[in-house]
């Protein structure tokens, strides 16, 4: 089992920055490959951005591309979600997870609580 905690959302305006980070707790000797979420009011939970165990591998969503980076210190037990050139669309709450992939698609487990971002226009 892995705990994950969420920290870093906020209101920003647009064209600002922020950047999320994830600690991990309880079973972190895994080689876990961590991603991030976001769920928007009324739509379904996305996916934004994952990063394989030893850093070398990251995906984006297309509709972040270019604006955000995902990064990790396995040392510290932490993921971080560096966001730039916030548009208002990137509101949501962002949650950071264990995840996987089939090939095609993104899904994950260990959820951590949840962090707002709100991007003011």
């Known amino acids: 089992q892995v705990q994950l905690v969420e920290s870093g959302g906020g209101l920003v305006q647009a064209g600002g920055s922020l950047r999320l980070s994830c600690a991990a707790s309880?079973?972190?000797?895994?080689?876990?490959?961590m991603g991030w979420f976001r769920q928007a009011p009324g739509t379904t939970r996305e996916f934004v951005a994952a990063?394989?165990?030893?850093?070398?591998?990251?995906h984006y969503a297309e509709s972040v591309k270019g604006r955000f980076t995902i990064s990790r210190d396995n040392a510290k037990n932490t993921v971080y979600l560096q966001m730039n050139s916030l548009k208002p669309e990137d509101t949501a709450v962002y949650y950071c997870?264990?995840?996987?992939?089939?090939?095609?698609?993104?899904?994950?487990?260990?959820w951590g609580q949840g962090t707002q971002v709100t991007v003011s226009s």
């Open positions: 997870a264990v995840v996987s992939s089939d090939g095609s698609s993104w899904s994950g487990k260990y």
């Open positions: 309880g079973r972190t000797n895994r080689r876990y490959d």
């Open positions: 990063i394989m165990w030893s850093g070398g591998s990251t």
